[in-house]
Each structure stands twice: as C-alpha cells, then as structure tokens.
C-alpha cells in the first residue's frame, strides 16, 4: 500500500528528478483545509503506487523549498515533471481534479 512520501528541504530535489509524475501537498498542521485532502493525498498515494510519486512538505518545517516555489497559501499542490513545476492547484479539491492532473503527465 502506497503512502506518501515525507518531503523535506534536504531531500526534495532529489525526489522530484524523477520521470514519473510527482504531486507535492504543501501543507501544515494548523491548517484546516489541509486535514480535508489528507485522506485524498493518503489514497492518490495508493491509487498511483508504481506510476507517480505523491509527497507531502510541512511548509513550517521546511521554509527553503516552501520559499523557493513562493508557497504562500496552503494547501498548495503543485505536480513536476522531470523536476519541473507543470501543474498547480491552490486549495481544497476533489480527488477527481488531483487525479486528473496527475493522469496528464503519465
């Protein structure tokens, strides 16, 4: 069963080179709307286990990646493609919109 992945700034770049799809949850723990889609981040995690990566970045503990990407709102999640930002969705959403962004870069 896929979960996703604790993202850090030590070791983001380098989950993000990849050639599968990668979708970062921008997130924190005060943050309401962002306990709402940890359930669906948790499933596109399992749903996409062999074809992408899905991670999550706590924006206060890891402010050089969070500034580097000008995350200001959360959740943010932002979709890379060989270590590129090629997608964005800033807040709250069906799965169904998540899915879609990850099945247009497979």
């Given amino acids: 069963m896929g979960k996703p992945i604790e993202l850090t700034d030590q070791n983001f770049e380098e ?13 924190a723990e005060w943050c309401g709307p962002c306990k709402m889609i940890a359930p669906i981040v948790q499933e596109l995690a399992s749903d996409y286990d062999d074809k992408a990566v899905i991670g999550k970045l706590d924006v206060d503990s890891n402010p050089e990646v969070s500034a580097k990407y000008g995350i200001r709102s959360i959740p943010t999640l932002l979709v890379f493609k060989g270590g590129q930002v090629v997608d964005k969705q800033i807040g ?3 799965k169904t919109v998540l899915s879609a962004k990850i099945d247009g870069q497979l």
Avoid at 18 to 25: G, N, R, S
């Fill in 92 to 94: 709250a959403v069906p």
């Fill in 15 to 27: 989950i993000i080179n990849t050639d599968k799809p990668v979708l970062v949850d921008f997130w």
